[in-house]
Structures are given as structure tokens and as C-alpha cells.
């Protein structure tokens, strides 16, 4: 183990030359010279790995930003204005929102500092430098430990790591493994928490298409809205304050208004959430076999039931507007996911890789047993997981009074093991989150989600996984008998219901809100349900997860050591990453074949007036009418609005920027093409492109849409195409 990590870079740095293709691969920053200068520079990049990440300088990396910690974002001007997606900031857009002053559906630009506004708990992280902490994070660990004995080395090596560092009090050290734990990074982070709304379209342009066509090309999508970060006098983070002053940053995006063409080099910088490229067929087809179309059928049904209560009332639909929007998401991805793993016969091609695998292994390998070994753990996982699905995204994701109660169960917690010492250290936060929580429940949308999906928890899980309390003939129901009355029976005799009960409760003494809270019905049985689940689901499944990880962390390595021709890169973790392709289409079926930009043209193409998905506003339409498109048409004189590229992105690089040869934004990432978005599993560069919005769209928003000029005032324009010698004859 000692040696791996610097095993994996001389592998990586001495094959560097044979790589087939481009795009696959989410890479470090500070390791591009090392590994990927070279072939970024012969795709046609023309700045050095230098620019790109430096910690002496000012460079790209100093303006990306992890927004909230969900989503990316970057800095567009000299005055700390960020740029996101519009899905990124939906939450702050709606919590800005009310049926008479409704920024989803209207849009919402400032005039001037004044009116930004501000967004409690949002906060904005800058990566300020990373170090490579393997050895000492991996001092001690042998091959013959288990993986808790291994486990807790770790942990005492990591916060001795951690101490080592002396960090300001607005800093952060955050230390992830890589390679499934062949490798540890420390990444040191300065967090601001004054992050204010500047600008959002209207849901029309924003979130175009919506659902239908979320994850998919053709798209037409305006999915962008822009912040702005705020720090104290020293430019360094606080607090909300009116005293603060827009932040002052190290580096912000030029950008060009030059446009993209088929075969131009782009590079996408940002937080990639999470992937797994290098899992064993027997866990790819337990995703496609049970996982997936278990998680999947379950929002379906979620997502059913808020749609039509959506559909009738305009302040409902306001109300569950992001709450559906993320339930309809991953049920859209798991769809395409499936579809793209089947499509490209992903599992054919690891089963053929694994063969390849086991013969290239010397005959005493210690790898001998291993994908033997792991397919045996993945089947004897393959209840608890699924079991541990369901449970989750009922009772954790889809039920919203049955999560809320898991806070609600930390403030008892915290009281009986505290006192109301620690009791009195949640409540400020329990109370806060809980205003924000009642604000988007509907108590008859959650009776109607819990009935349906208990129902199918009961019928598609074996039974020892169901709870006697759950179960119809300990409840005195007939066998098919919806669970309709029994949750409704729950949810009258429930304080947790009104926003106006719970906050009674909330306001009692500790003594007195533990006890009432104890003795709530919804509380007493999602304690029980809880409690159930940690011990025949959760530990029997963290048993044999704990196994199973140990295993992978030898399966990545051990492929490393035998496949030496292969260029590895880490699994996606939610640090900072840099992947880079073309613009590029695909051909995602036989006789289909996608360009690769699409056009103003194709939004008015998609318009039908009045509908939830399609509608568009007046004020587009004239625009369109008088093909008022000022500086941003391209050469031919068409709009462009979105476009795709063959980088390797997943969620969480929602909001990064495109970026160009030169350095400059081109464009915003904000989703995958739908067959593609098994690239989490298995990229394949035949169909994995991420979705991008075309800058000069955006700035067309900005300037001829909302007629936010001073906006556009602020940004630097730029024009990297434009042939010196030739000047304009006018
Ligand atoms: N699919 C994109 C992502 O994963 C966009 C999601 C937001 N839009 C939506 N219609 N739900 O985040
Ligand atoms: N929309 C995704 C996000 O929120 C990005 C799309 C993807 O998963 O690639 O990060």
C-alpha cells in the first residue's frame, strides 16, 4: 500500500502518449502539467497548465466557485459577480417568491447594489490551495488489515493531518480519498456567507422545457441567474452586513463573444459530485437490474401526485415547485441511465474487460480471487441495498413529514444526552429550518405520497424487511386495503402538521417539547420505522458495505497494475476538477445524428402559449419578431442558445463554466445529453456530451431581455477570433 500513490503517477505520467481519445476524465488541477498539458495543447488549447491552476498567481481556478456546496459557479467581473445556473439558485429564487411578487415566473433583475438580495446560509468556496497528504493520511495501513482496523487508523491519521494546519477562521480543510482510498488530498477552502441575488429570468427562459426536456438534446434552456459575493472592508468573508462591499477577486472570466464552432477545444471547471468508473459488472447490473428500476418506480409515483395537485392551484405549484423539480431530475437520470448502459452493452464490455483482467494477472496474484470475491458480496448486498432504496428515498426523500422528523429526533437526541444545554444549541437552526420546511408542505400531497409509496414498500420488499406495525393484519386491514385511513387517522392526531402547532411546541420549555414530541403519533412511528431500519437493514448493509469497499479500493488498484496502458483519473468526489473535450455531436441512434448547437429558432419552434413547460413571454416573442439580437448573433446572424461537447461532467458541475483555448468563458454547463448520462458508470465517447448554454445567449438575456446594461458594463467582453490584420471597412 505505502508505495501506491506514487506508482499511480508514474503509470499515469509514462503513458501519457497513448491516449486514443479525448474527453473521458474528471482530472486534479494541480496535476494537469504533469498529466494532461500535452494533450490539451494538441486539442488546441493555447494557455499552460500554469494558468489554469497556480498558487503564486492569479489563475483560472480563482474564479470557480462551489455554490453552496451543490453546485459550480465562476466570477465575471471585477465586483465578485457570480455566475450559476438558474436550477443552481432555484431554491433562493423561490424563497424570494410569492403569488404577488413571483420571481419564478417573472424573472427578477436589480437595478443596483441596493436591491440584491441577500440569501440566509448560502454560502461561496474558494480553493485556495491543495496538497497531496497520502502518506501521511495512509501511515501504518498494511494489506492484512480489516477494514475497520484499517478504517480507524485512517481516521486518527486524518485528524492528526487536519491539525497541521493553521488555518484563518473563515478557512477550511477538506481532506478526501481518491482512487477509493489509494490516495488522499487536502484541499484548503476560504468560505464568504454574503452571497445576494442579482438576476434570474423568468422560469419561461430558465428553465425552458422543464422536465420534458430536462436531460435532453435538442435543448433550448436559458439555465443560468447571476449572484453576487460580498466580504467585509478587508475583502475577506462575513456575515450578511448592508456595510459589506461586492468581493474583489484574484481572477474573473473574460468572455468571448466570438462564439464556438464543431471541433473547438473547451474545458469545463468545477465540482463533479460523484461517479464510479471503475465498479465490477456485478455492481453495474444490481443498478440495472434492481436498483434503478426500484428508485425509479418510486418517483414516479411521488412525482404523479404532486403533479396533480400542481396542476390545480397556482400557490401549490409555487410551493413544490423545487421540491419536484429535484424528485423529477434524478427519476429522469436513472431512466437515461439505464437506457445508455443498455444501449452501449456497458455490462458486455466490463465482463470482456474483467476476462481481460484476470488473465493478464500473474499466476499468484493476490488479485486472483478479488472480482470473484466482489461479485459474491454484491449479491449478498443485493436485499439491504435494495431494501435500504426504498427506505431511503420513502421515508428520507419523498415523505416530507417523516423526514422532517429525523431534525426534529436530533433535538430530542441532543436533549437526552445534553440536557437543554444541548437542546438550546439546535433549537435556533431546528426552528429556521422548520419555518423554511412549512413553507413548501402541503399536509394532503404528503398523506397521499405516503399512503401510495408505503404501499409499495409493503408489496415489493420481503417481509422481514417491513415492520409489524406496517403490516395490514397487524393494523386490522384487509389484505388490499390502501394505507389511506391509517395515515390520514396519523396525520389528524399529529401536531407536526400545521406550521402554527409546531411552532407551539417548538416554543415550550425543552422539558415540555421533548415530551410533546415524544408522544406524537408521526414521531413515535418514523422513531420506530428508524429504528428498525438501522438494525435489519442499515447495519447488516453497512456490514457488508464496509467489505465490499476494502475490496474496490484493491479492484482500482489492482487494475491500475495491470492495465499499465490505461490512463486513470479519480472518481468524482465533489472537488475541484477540470475536464476538457470538443464541441462535438453524436449520433445517438441508428440514422440520428445531432449537430451540435441549437437556435433561437428552435425555442420558438418548441413554444406553445399557455402550457407549464413551453410557454414564452411577450417581450421574447418581439424580440424574435424584430430579430433584435444586437452583438450576439453569430456570423450568419441566427442566436445561438445552447450547444454540446464531448467533457466529462456529472451532477454538481452544474454552473461551471465552458471555457475556451484562450482562457475565456464560452459558455455554461448545466446537464448531459439523456443516453450519456451513464458516463457516471461508464463514459462512452460515442454518446457522452454535456449540455452547455451558449454565453452570448445569456448576455442577450441579460442586455436585450431584462435590459440589465449595467450588468453587461460590468463583465469583459472579449474577442479571441478576431483576425488582427483585418479591419472593419465601414
Ligand atoms: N438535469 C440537470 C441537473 O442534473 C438540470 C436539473 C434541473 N432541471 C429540472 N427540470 N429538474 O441538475
Ligand atoms: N444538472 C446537473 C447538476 O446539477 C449537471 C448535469 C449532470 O449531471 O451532468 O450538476
Known sequence: MKHTFKGIFIIMFSFISCISYAGEGMWLPQLLKLLNENEMKSMGMKISADDIYSVNKGSLKDAIVHFGGFCTSEII????????????????????????????????????????????????????????????VLTGIKPEMSATERQSLID????????????????????????????????????????????????????????????????HTGDFSLFRIYADKNNKPADYSPENVPYKPKHFLPIS?????????????????????????????????TLNPAKIAIRETSLKIMDKYMREDEATKIKYAAKYATIANYWKKWIGESMGLKQTNALQKKLDYEANFQQKLAADSPYKNLLGELQKLYSDINQYALANDYYSEI???????????????????????NGEAGYNELLLNVKTFST???????????????????????????????????????LGMQPNETYDQMIKDQYLSSSFTSVEDAMAILNLSPEKAVSAIKSDPIFALTSEWSAFFSKEISTPYNNIRKEIDLKLAQYTKAQMDVFTEKRFYPDANSTLRVTYGKVNGYEPRDAVKYSPVTYLDGVIAKYVPGDYEFDL?????????????????????????????????????????????????IGLNFDRVWEGTMSDINYDASICRNIMVDVRYILWVVDKYAGAEHLIKEMKLVHPKAMPIKKKKR
Open 77 to 136: 467581473s471585477p465586483n465578485g459577480l457570480l455566475l450559476t445556473n438558474h436550477h443552481c439558485g432555484y431554491g433562493q429564487i423561490q424563497s424570494h417568491s410569492t403569488v404577488e411578487n413571483n420571481l419564478i415566473k417573472n424573472g427578477f433583475w436589480a437595478k443596483n447594489y441596493k436591491e440584491e438580495l441577500p440569501n440566509q446560509g448560502l454560502t461561496a468556496t474558494f480553493i485556495d490551495y491543495i496538497d497531496d497528504v497520502s502518506t501521511k
Open 156 to 219: 486518527k491519521n486524518l485528524a492528526d493531518v487536519r491539525k497541521t494546519y493553521k488555518l484563518e477562521a473563515y478557512q477550511n480543510v477538506i481532506i478526501r480519498p481518491f482512487f477509493d482510498g489509494n490516495q488522499y488530498f487536502a484541499f484548503v477552502t476560504t468560505v464568504y456567507r454574503d452571497v445576494r441575488l442579482v438576476g434570474a429570468p423568468p422560469e419561461s427562459i430558465g428553465k425552458f422545457g422543464s422536465d420534458t426536456d430536462n436531460w435532453v438534446w435538442p435543448r
Open 257 to 289: 463573444m466570438d462564439g464556438i464552432a464543431e471541433g473547438d477545444f473547451t474545458m469545463v471547471f468545477g465540482f463533479p459530485g460523484r461517479t464510479n468508473q471503475y465498479l465490477p459488472s456485478s455492481a453495474i447490473s444490481q443498478v440495472l437490474e
Open 395 to 417: 421515508a428520507l426523500r419523498n415523505v416530507d413529514l417523516t423526514s422532517y422528523m429525523a431534525t426534529l429526533r436530533r433535538l430530542v437526541n441532543a436533549y437526552e444526552k
Open 436 to 474: 423554511n420546511f412549512y413553507n413548501d408542505f402541503d399536509s394532503a400531497i404528503d398523506q397521499e405520497k405516503f399512503s401510495a409509496l408505503l404501499d409499495m414498500y409493503v408489496k415489493n420488499l420481503d417481509k422481514k424487511f417491513v415492520p409489524e406495525f406496517l403490516q395490514r393484519e397487524n
Open 617 to 665: 413571454q411577450p417581450k421574447m416573442l418581439a424580440l424574435y419578431k424584430a430579430k433584435d439580437y444586437g452583438a450576439y448573433a453569430d456570423k450568419n446572424g441566427k442566436l445561438p442558445v445552447c450547444f454540446i461537447g464531448s467533457n466529462h461532467t456529472t451532477g454538481g458541475n452544474s454552473g461551471s463554466p465552458a471555457i475556451d483555448a484562450n482562457g475565456n468563458l
